[in-house]
Nanobody, 120 residues
Framework: QVQLNESGGGLVQPGGSLRLSCAAS????????VGWFRQAPGKEREFVAR????????VYADSVKGRFTISRDNAENTVHLQMNSLKPEDTSVYYC?????????????WGQGTQVTVSS
């Protein structure tokens, strides 16, 4: 059982930056694909980004491409999401999740989420 804990959310002005972190309880975390998702009130959860076990492959949603960067530090059992040029429409609860396969399948482990609010 892998426990995930997100941190780093908060209130930021449009154009600002935040760095989210996803910390895992198990060292086996380094063998998992990790994804970030977000869900705004009244909307469906949407994919944001994912990263493979080594950090050599990443995928981004079109809505965040060029603004967000996903990275990982396996020595620290942590995955980060650097969010720059934030927009009000980025306001959501952000979740990290982990799964075994890069190419498909469900995410078996989820964190509790961290709130990101972009507002002036």
């Amino acid at each position: 059982q892998v426990q995930l804990n997100e941190s780093g959310g908060g209130l930021v002005q449009p154009g600002g930056s935040l760095r989210l972190s996803c910390a895992a309880s198990e060292r086996t975390f380094s063998s998992y694909v990790v994804g970030w998702f977000r869900q705004a009130p009244g909307k469906e959860r949407e994919f944001v980004a994912r990263i493979n076990w080594s950090g050599s492959s990443t995928v981004y949603a079109d809505s965040v491409k060029g603004r967000f960067t996903i990275s990982r530090d396996n020595a620290e059992n942590t995955v980060h999401l650097q969010m720059n040029s934030l927009k009000p429409e980025d306001t959501s609860v952000y979740y990290c999740a982990a799964r075994s396969s890069w190419s498909g399948g469900g995410y078996a482990y989820w964190g509790q989420g961290t709130q990101v609010t972009v507002s002036s």
